[in-house]
């Protein structure tokens, strides 16, 4: 499942794909590798053992929602201004749509998951597809106003001939039911109270909740009849529950789902006791709390990037599984049946079944604390001997020798780094504050030898901190110059520093006009500053040895990607289908999901490409031939 994409594209890229990237412990690797004769070598990041979910796959651009159909063999997902259907044992794209206006922020499958509507953020309002033909059903009508907020929740009729979407217009509470073929509003119902913002079908009614410090009531509506909501149920709701902090409700079981004092809760209503009270979890993201139809399976996400999972029992729920999440800020969804969990979020998807294959808790490992960003910073030196590798905000730095893919050494810096940079026989990190400098052991006898504070040769504290923005820093080639982006308030509040490396002085501020990224060219001379889609400023290392001054000249604009170091100068190219190409348009890999990273976070050196993506578990640097 892991390479089923590039299979099922391109036989000869078995050998020239698969077969290399498989891990180094697994059984097809030691059968076949002898026969693979790959145009890419892989320098460092080839896994150990295959992944625990058991497919994967990445979009070109930020995942804006995702919804498991209600029979579970599809997930819809938006991104860009396009939707796509994936098979949920895959994730091939099964169907892709392209609707007008601009991105969705709502997706809702009818209960034969034969239509899907989506609601977009323009005067298009709800469309409906027909997923088996891609054609257009129908466009509702929409009341909306200045004072309109998102729609909070939406849903089909039970014979999927009716939609009824919940919403807040003027500080109103309103449900609106439409016909589906026709787009015709049916009818409309305002002026409700607190609510716990979801609607769902019941037989051939609507119904919704109610949700206070006391109480959960729920209300009803029919969707075909006129007649006013009418209360058919009231149950109570924990002492400790506080409506106004984020809470999840499961409407056919009611069942409510809250954290509070490090706490995760599951209360039932009709039983008027908790079926969990989970202690094993600090500070978990109860907004990313998801249960299955049944309400019977129930995940969340933690802290550390884990996904608990946990399934009913006699005694209320147990934990059934951890999973470990690769995807940046991810939000955990339970399939209908409660047989598949997927993680979405950024540009990526994972998957995972969890029905079999139960690992023992006590077999589970826990990652490290991982930080708010997850991305690696990279330095290679200018005749692509060595590279420096960290992952930002931790304390350790490794160099790594790109010819043999053995660590040349292990540095304990004991502080959290930001940048690095390598040249000749010296290694640069740039941390809190600070700047130090370590040499590297002659020859190669002793294998990754360790080196700590202790052992560094030059430290110095820059004169006027950068503290506000230390991801947006590089290092130039000839370890002279630190460059430093500092984003405000407003893009105009916006800086480019330029700080000695030797001294920590600053030597020069610029004001960029644009939120980016710094970088220098390889001879160290320019700094260059932008964004992914957005122009390049440019400005020359200039230096008066009359008056002891550096100064940024500003040199003419240039469009992405020239200049860029997330493309290579000797023609190397990462196509948006993620194949690497050579300078004469081969074939050279293709990248799987779990190696994937967007443009800002991919990095060429000559024929070297490092990959430094939030999703992934360490940093992958690979070499291309021609």
Avoid at 114 to 131: A, E, F, K, Y
Avoid at 508 to 529: M, N
Avoid at 546 to 562: A, F
Wanted: glycine share 8%.
């Amino acid at each position: 499942m892991g390479f089923f994409e590039v299979i099922s594209t391109s036989s000869a890229h078995i050998y020239h794909s698969a077969l290399p990237l498989c891990p180094r412990q697994s059984i097809v690797r030691s059968l076949y590798e002898p026969h693979a004769r790959p145009l890419a070598r892989i320098v460092h990041g080839l896994p150990d053992s295959w992944e625990s979910s058991i497919a994967a796959t990445t979009f070109p651009s930020s995942i804006h929602t995702a919804v498991w159909s209600p029979c579970s063999r599809f997930i819809a997902v938006s991104w860009g201004k396009k939707i796509e259907v994936l098979d949920a044992v895959t994730l091939e794209r099964v169907t892709t749509l392209d609707p007008p206006g601009r991105r969705t922020s709502y997706l809702v499958f009818s209960p034969n998951a034969r239509l899907l509507t989506q609601h977009s953020h323009d005067p298009s309002g709800w469309i409906t597809w027909d997923l088996q033909t891609g054609g257009l059903v129908s466009t509702f009508a929409v009341e909306e106003s200045k004072h309109s907020v998102p729609y909070l929740s939406a849903t089909y009729s039970a014979c999927g001939t009716m939609f009824a979407t919940f919403c807040c217009i003027d500080s109103t509470l309103t449900i609106s039911i439409y016909n589906v073929l026709s787009g015709t509003p049916i009818r409309s119902y305002s002026g409700y109270g607190r609510s716990q913002n979801k609607v769902w079908a019941h037989g051939g009614c609507l119904r919704f909740a109610t949700i206070e410090s006391g109480s959960i009531t729920t209300e009803e509506i029919g969707f075909a009849s006129g007649h006013r909501p009418t209360e058919v149920e009231s149950l109570p709701v924990p002492d400790n529950f506080d409506p106004s902090r984020p809470y999840r409700f499961h409407p056919t079981s009611s069942r409510l789902a809250f954290n509070t004092k490090g706490l995760v809760m599951v209360w039932n209503g009709h039983d008027s006791r908790f079926l969990l009270e989970s202690m094993d979890v600090k500070d978990c993201m109860i907004m990313s709390t998801s249960f299955s139809s049944d309400g019977r399976s129930l995940a969340y996400k933690t802290w550390n990037q884990e996904i608990h999972l946990w399934k009913e029992s006699p005694t209320g729920y147990t934990l059934h599984r951890k999973f470990i999440s690769d995807v940046s800020d991810f939000e955990p969804l339970v399939s209908p049946n409660g047989e598949s969990i997927i993680a979405f979020g950024g540009s990526a998807i994972q998957l995972w079944h969890t029905i079999h294959s139960i690992t023992p808790l006590s077999h589970v490992s826990t990652p490290t604390l991982r930080r708010s960003w997850n991305v690696f910073t990279v330095g290679f030196s200018s005749d692509e001997v060595l590279a420096a590798v960290a992952r930002m905000g931790d304390e350790t730095v490794m160099i790594l020798d790109l010819k043999s893919s053995i660590s040349r050494l292990t540095i304990d810096t004991g502080m959290e780094v930001y940048a690095v940079g390598v040249a000749g026989s010296a290694v640069v990190v740039v941390g809190e504050g600070k700047i130090v400098t370590w040499s590297l052991p002659a020859g190669n006898d002793v294998l990754n030898p360790r080196a700590n504070f202790n052992d560094s040769v030059l430290t110095t504290t820059f004169n006027h901190p950068p503290v506000h923005s230390w991801k947006c820093m590089s290092v130039s080639p000839n370890l002279r110059h630190i460059a430093v982006g500092r984003w405000g308030a407003s893009v105009r509040s916006s800086h480019l520093h330029l700080y000695d490396v030797h001294t920590g002085q600053s030597l020069a501020s610029v004001r960029p006009g644009l939120r980016g990224h710094p970088w220098f060219t390889l001879d160290g001379r320019e700094v260059q500053y932008g964004g992914i889609y957005n122009h390049v400023e440019r400005w020359e290392i200039t230096e008066d040895s009359g008056s002891n001054t550096t100064r940024l000249e500003r040199l003419s604009r240039i469009e992405p990607p020239g200049g860029l170091p997330h493309q290579s100068l000797c023609g190397y190219k990462v196509t948006g289908s993620w194949w690497v190409l050579s300078p004469s348009g081969k074939r050279l890999l293709w990248l799987p999901p779990s190696w994937r990273s967007d443009l800002w976070h991919r990095m060429w050196s000559g024929r070297f490409l490092a990959l430094l993506g939030s999703e992934l578990p360490e940093p992958v640097i690979l070499e291309f031939g021609k």
